[in-house]
Nanobody, 128 residues
């Protein structure tokens, strides 16, 4: 089993920035592609961003491209999501996820069922 623990969420104002972290344990982190998803109240869980095993390839949902940046530090077993210019519509629970199989395209990255492990989520609230 792999354990994923998200942190860094909170209440911010529109235009602010936040950096989310997801600490992994229990498996060899560098063998897993990682992703962030989010779920707003009453909505489906949606793909945000993903990153390949070594961090060479990244994938973003169109609505987050340019504002959000995913990165990873394999030495620290941690994946990050830097979020800039936050908007009220970014309010959601943000989840990190891990998959053993490679992410080869944005189509692959956004499929929730392709991920093997999930964290419990961290809340992000953006006030206007």
């Amino acid at each position: 089993q792999m354990q994923l623990v998200e942190s860094g969420g909170g209440l911010v104002q529109a235009g602010d920035s936040l950096r989310l972290s997801c600490a992994a344990s229990g498996r060899t982190f560098s063998n897993y592609a990682m992703a962030w998803f989010r779920q707003a109240p009453g909505e489906e869980r949606e793909f945000v961003a993903a990153i390949s095993w070594r961090g060479i390839n990244t994938f973003y949902a169109d609505t987050m491209k340019g504002r959000f940046t995913i990165s990873r530090d394999n030495a620290k077993n941690t994946v990050y999501l830097q979020m800039n210019s936050l908007k009220p519509e970014d309010t959601a629970v943000f989840y990190c996820a891990a998959r053993r199989s490679a992410i080869t395209s944005i189509q692959t990255a956004r499929v929730k069922e392709g991920y093997d492990y999930w964290g419990q989520g961290t809340h992000v609230t953006v006030s206007s």
